[in-house]
């Protein structure tokens, strides 16, 4: 009776570098704990709290921002003017544009080095990232301003993992706590919360806090974080991740509520959004992205029957 050869030990070894290596790659695209919170949704109401992100349907895809060739970066609502702001970081500008994406006026920025956000404060008051100084600086915008210069503004520096080559790639704002969210891009990926910057009353002390919350940043399944949006209403966080082509909703514990997927065939997208760099909700909650070069989308959430 013949007998079956036994597997070789290079065949075992190969096999376990395979499952080793396909393990490692899971947890690099932090697989594992999307698939387990995909799971857990299946199985578990949605929270009445919640967003609902996932409800969320694409009106206007990759809508071409025309007159605008270079890179757009982070998303931000004006609720004074009713328009959108953004700014590119080869040729440094802020751009305003129109809620369908058409560019109303564009102001230089002279001595921003390089602008990754903006970020809506108050009537006329924004705050613009530096990325690679690790630079928050704050401005004022009139009617018929042409340009900005950073050394008449005020600024301040966070100075923290300035090793690193990824920096401040996302800004949100909480006008009621008065916190402003800074979102450092991967390498370690964090989201800091700070405090007395900008300073909004003369009669006070000047004074920063900045605070991080390791737990909820941990528990962020995603590779990257991109650009953020502090929603007043329910008071929770959007994180959006360009490598890992998602919109992430986290509640006031920093806990993972929902999850919006930017890829081909989801939130009805006809083709992947090639590189969203920024997020935006207005009054109504309607969602506002940019990607990429120059691209332009709007998500709207169907009316529950």
């Known amino acids: 009776m013949r007998r079956f050869a036994r597997p070789k030990p290079l065949i075992l070894i190969f096999a376990l570098i395979v499952l080793l290596s396909l393990a490692a790659m899971g947890q690099y695209l932090r697989l594992f704990e999307r698939g387990w919170f995909n799971l857990h949704a299946l199985w578990q109401s949605e929270s009445a709290h919640s967003i609902g992100l996932d409800r969320y349907q694409v009106t ?7 007159g605008l060739d270079d890179d757009v970066s982070a998303l931000t609502f004006d609720p004074v003017r009713k328009s959108l702001f953004t700014v590119t970081n080869k040729n440094a500008e802020l751009i305003e544009l129109s809620m369908g994406g058409q560019i109303i006026r564009r102001i230089s920025l002279v001595g921003f080095g390089d ?9 006329d008051t924004y705050v613009i990232t530096d990325e690679r100084e690790q630079r928050l600086i704050k401005i004022h915008l009139e009617k018929d301003t042409t340009f900005l210069d950073a050394a008449d503004a005020e600024q301040m520096t966070l100075g923290v993992h300035m090793a690193s080559n990824k920096g401040f790639e996302g800004l949100a704002y909480d006008s009621v706590g008065k916190r402003l969210f800074v979102a450092k891009e991967r390498d370690p990926m964090l989201i800091y919360e700070v405090q007395g910057f900008p300073h909004y009353n003369p009669d006070k002390s000047y004074a920063v806090h900045v605070v991080n919350n390791p737990k909820r940043d941990a528990g962020m399944f995603v590779r990257d974080l991109s650009s953020l949006q502090y929603d007043e209403r329910s008071g929770h966080l959007l994180a959006l991740s360009d490598e890992s082509r998602l919109i992430l909703e986290l509640d006031v514990d920093g806990r993972p509520l929902s999850t919006m997927s930017l890829s081909k065939g989801r939130q009805g997208l006809q083709r992947t959004v090639p590189q969203a760099e920024g997020i935006a909700m207005d009054d109504e909650g309607t969602m506002y992205l940019v990607s990429e070069p120059n691209l332009f989308y709007v998500f709207k959430k169907p009316p529950q029957p």
Not at 60 to 66: F, L, M, T
Not at 116 to 122: D, F, P, T
């Open 60 to 66: 206007v895809e990759a809508r071409v921002i025309e």
């Open 115 to 123: 602008p990754e956000a903006v970020e809506y404060i108050s009537a």
